[in-house]
């Protein structure tokens, strides 16, 4: 049985044909020209590249480039791929094999545990505590990771939450891994979206032998339309992800591997996750001000990072339906809590420019007094 990936085929299925939508999980996207002015750089500089394929496993300044974000992590560690998506469907690809099991976080955007269920592994969750501040459950993970575990897939920082994992979570993720020989894959796209005075997220890099990290530039850095992500991952796999590769994609685009190497310069990639952290302190401020118009409907645990959050409602309709009247009476669209398995929740993004945000957030808060009656 295909298991369809449900938070994907509900957004495409709306969010062209909203006014406002509010289901992105990265920043607000650059426009190229911003982009260009903000790295020093004149459009015309665009004018020689050759609309080739790149070096299968990318450019090699831009792999330089990621690799230096890794500690110990060199060119040979680096696979750039059409997205984290195509990173996640590789990895399950690669590593998952006829009787394996996969342990996922709850709720969680299930783009590797997707993969896995339509390779027919067996997944298994651990949650995460909204009442704790979605902290991790390790309890449960200690108990639920066993012999046939080949992946702990964790998501750090966390969609739909924006929860940071605490070193010791991330201790206890190793712990249970290690325990078993299992592999720890790493989706880290919300890295360099912490909000406030919060640390930059560490990488699972460097902490354990038997990790996977992935990332691309559609969050931090608002470019999700250049479809450039990549795995850090042990170089003897690297191979085994390219034969992959060279099926899905053969390589990504030149022009994303161009744009992603300026953009990951050291001279620019600060200002890039700086206007990152500026639309995301705003954004998430805004939205909190606007919420409290029901402070008696909405609960939020306020994300450490991402440019997102999970509020959710005290009223008496599902998620579903109130995100359908949402769209079709509002012409608004966040996503439904059903699509991560919480349902009385919505997942709503921030990091909006401002007049923008303030709108659809007003269509958000007539909806819940219509309700309310
Ligand atoms: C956790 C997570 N991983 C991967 C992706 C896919 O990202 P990309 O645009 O790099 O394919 C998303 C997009 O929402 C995401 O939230």
Not at 49 to 58: A, W
Not at 118 to 123: E, R, S, V, Y
Not at 248 to 253: F, K, L, N, V, W
Request: aromatic residues 8%; charged residues 20%.
């Amino acid at each position: 049985m295909f298991h369809p990936f449900k938070i994907e085929s509900y957004l495409t299925e709306h969010e062209k044909n909203v006014t406002y939508n509010y289901s992105e999980s990265g920043v607000h996207p650059l426009k190229l020209g911003d982009f260009l002015e903000l790295a020093g750089k004149d459009l015309n500089e665009l004018a020689n590249i050759e609309m080739d394929y790149p070096n299968v496993r990318g450019k090699i300044e831009l792999r330089e480039k990621i690799a230096a974000l890794y500690p110990g992590a060199k060119i040979g560690n680096i696979l750039t791929t059409i997205g984290a998506s195509e990173a996640n469907y590789l990895t399950a690809e690669t590593l998952l094999k006829p009787g394996d099991e996969m342990i996922a976080l709850q709720p969680a955007y299930l783009q590797l545990p997707g993969n896995a269920l339509n390779n027919n592994i067996t997944l298994r969750t651990v949650e995460l505590i909204e009442d704790q501040n979605w902290a991790l459950n390790t309890e449960q993970l200690m108990a639920t990771v066993n012999s046939s575990t080949k992946i702990i897939s964790i998501i750090n920082p966390h969609n739909p939450t924006g929860h940071i994992l605490e070193q010791a979570e991330m201790d206890a993720i190793i712990q249970a891994a290690e325990s078993v020989g299992a592999w720890i894959v790493a989706d880290e796209v919300y890295a360099g979206t912490e909000r406030g005075d919060t640390k930059p997220t560490r990488s699972f890099w460097g902490q354990y032998d038997r990790v996977i990290a992935i990332n691309s530039m559609s969050k931090a850095y608002g470019m999700p339309g250049l479809r450039i992500g990549w795995i850090v991952a042990p170089e003897e796999l690297i191979p085994e992800f390219q034969l992959r590769h060279e099926y899905t994609t053969i390589s990504s685009t030149m022009l994303g591997n161009e744009l992603a190497n300026i953009a990951l310069d050291p001279e620019v990639r600060p200002k890039l996750t700086q206007r990152a952290r500026e639309l995301i302190n705003f954004g998430f401020d805004t939205l909190t001000e606007m919420l409290s118009a029901h402070g008696d409907i909405y609960k939020v645990v306020p994300p450490q990072a991402s440019a997102m959050c999970i509020v959710r409602y005290d009223l008496p309709i599902d998620s579903l339906a109130f995100v359908d009247r949402l769209v079709h009476e509002k012409s608004t669209l966040v996503v439904p809590g059903s699509c991560f398995g919480l349902d009385h929740h919505f997942r709503c993004s921030s990091a909006l420019p401002e007049t923008y945000l303030r709108e659809g957030l007003n269509n958000i808060n007539e909806l819940v007094s219509e309700i309310k009656g």
